[in-house]
């Protein structure tokens, strides 16, 4: 029988990722190693405690586990956000929302535990050892970047960060910081949700502000914080990386077939240059290298009249796509493009099976009874934006309770001139940090 009497306080998770294109200005990598977050949030509060533990790093998952993993769960996400029109340009980061859940999930029992897991993958061990084996993969691709550019400017900057916002009068389990922080390098920032939850916002939106260099300046609005929350989990990651030969902008137009069977006028990038080539029943993908290799973005090209098709097979399809099997001379032809996406995940995650989580849910790993916690919503902004540069991308996301080139003479030519769909991954483990749709760019 549910108590009468019970306070039931909510958890938010959320998460926001930004890309441009730019110059890159910076270099730095995820934490490889547990560590706490404690940058100064830009609004000029003063900063909060943050409880941290001393535990090393899990070991890596297994690159192709951790790549099939977060494929599969970013492709399902993807098709399950109803905000999401098959019609509309939008993005979403796998990475970011994965991380965040994952961190929820480290503090879930019972069938609240048990969702998560069907729908993240694996076990709470799995999943922490999956962003281990990412974080590492990624800081290689930008060490190799860094080593690459030698005293010049970086090419390349990943910056991501974990998390987690608790009210001062919630006694966090010593055994949750140690997940935290093993599987996420991650601490706990105590914050007054409780009087001050205006406050407690905006030192989180200053956080996330931060971390992806200023291009989600406000995650979570007014109405996402009350005073009856008690925690919040939030992942950011931003990125920002040149292309490994810079593309040369079209001085004409081409013509583009959007997905709703339109043609528009849209300004183009040309490049020629080794690049991977794949293929699948209904589509073509060319994997784009950003600078060193180790980072790379995937563009998947429906055949006429398949678009919808292979939308629906996402999931299988970003795996086989970043493995592009063929590396040879492209002759490539793609418009600029950029989306901005805000959407609350919650309906997406039930149509899933996650349910408990949002309602008499089990969070006792984290703190309290089973019953005293909940998720809220889960709080997702993503924005890309692609030039003849490269990329710049951010994600944020929060969880609230309350190869070689062969050389050919002719270059295989590959026309993005239709409404496509693009990963931006490692490539080692070719988990998608970034999963998006272009269906007009114009």
């Not at 974080?135 to 005293?151: F, H, I, K, M, W």
């Not at 909940?374 to 710049?392: A, L, M, N, P, Y």
Request: aromatic share 6%; net charge positive.
């Amino acid at each position: 029988m549910r108590p009468s009497r019970r306070t039931r306080h909510a958890l938010l998770l959320a998460c926001a990722v930004p890309a441009v294109p730019a110059m890159i200005a910076g270099c730095a990598t995820a934490p490889t190693a547990a560590q706490s977050t404690t940058g100064q949030p830009s609004t000029g509060r003063q900063a909060p405690q943050v409880l941290s533990v001393g535990a090393q790093r899990v070991t890596p998952a297994p690159a192709a586990r951790a790549g099939g993993d977060l494929s599969s769960f970013g492709g399902r996400v993807f098709l399950a956000d109803a905000g999401i029109s098959p019609t509309s340009n939008a993005a979403i980061s796998p990475y970011s929302i994965y991380s965040a859940l994952a961190m929820t999930r480290a503090g879930a029992k019972g069938e609240t535990g048990a969702q998560l897991d069907r729908a993240l993958g694996g076990s709470a061990k799995v999943q922490g050892a999956d962003v281990t084996a990412i974080d590492t993969a990624v800081a290689a691709a930008v060490s190799a970047a860094r080593r690459e550019s030698g005293a010049k400017a970086p090419q390349m900057v990943v910056t991501n960060a974990n998390s987690i916002w608790s009210d001062r009068s919630l006694p966090v389990r010593k055994t949750y910081l140690t997940s935290l922080a093993a599987g996420f390098g991650a601490g706990v920032h105590t914050v007054d949700f409780r009087h001050d939850p205006a406050g407690a916002r905006g030192q989180i939106n200053g956080w996330v502000k931060d971390r992806t260099n200023q291009l989600i300046p406000q995650l979570l609005g007014p109405s996402a914080v009350s005073s009856q929350t008690r925690i919040e989990l939030v992942n950011a990651i931003y990125l920002k990386a040149r292309w490994a030969e810079r593309m040369t902008v079209s001085s004409r137009p081409h013509v583009f077939t959007t997905a709703d069977g339109k043609t528009q006028q849209v300004t183009v990038m040309t490049d020629r240059s080794p690049m991977s080539l794949g293929a699948g029943h209904g589509w073509r993908s060319v994997t784009i290298p950003y600078t060193a290799g180790g980072l790379a973005m995937t563009i998947v090209l429906p055949e006429k009249g398949r678009y919808d098709a292979v939308r629906r097979q996402l999931p299988s399809v970003l795996s086989d796509a970043t493995r592009g099997t063929t590396s040879t001379q492209v002759q490539l032809t793609l418009p600029k493009f950029s989306t901005n996406t805000h959407t609350n995940l919650v309906p997406a995650l039930t149509t899933m099976g996650v349910r408990a989580l949002f309602g008499r849910a089990d969070l006792s790993g984290i703190a309290g009874p089973p019953g005293e916690l909940k998720v809220s919503s889960v709080i997702h902004q993503s924005v890309v934006k692609v030039d003849e540069f490269g990329t710049q991308a951010a994600a944020a996301t929060a969880v609230g309770v309350a190869p070689g080139a062969v050389r050919q003479s002719q270059p295989v030519s590959f026309v993005v001139d239709r409404a496509f769909f693009f990963v931006i991954h490692d490539t080692t483990t070719g988990a998608p940090l970034f999963l998006g749709q272009v269906a007009n760019p114009a």
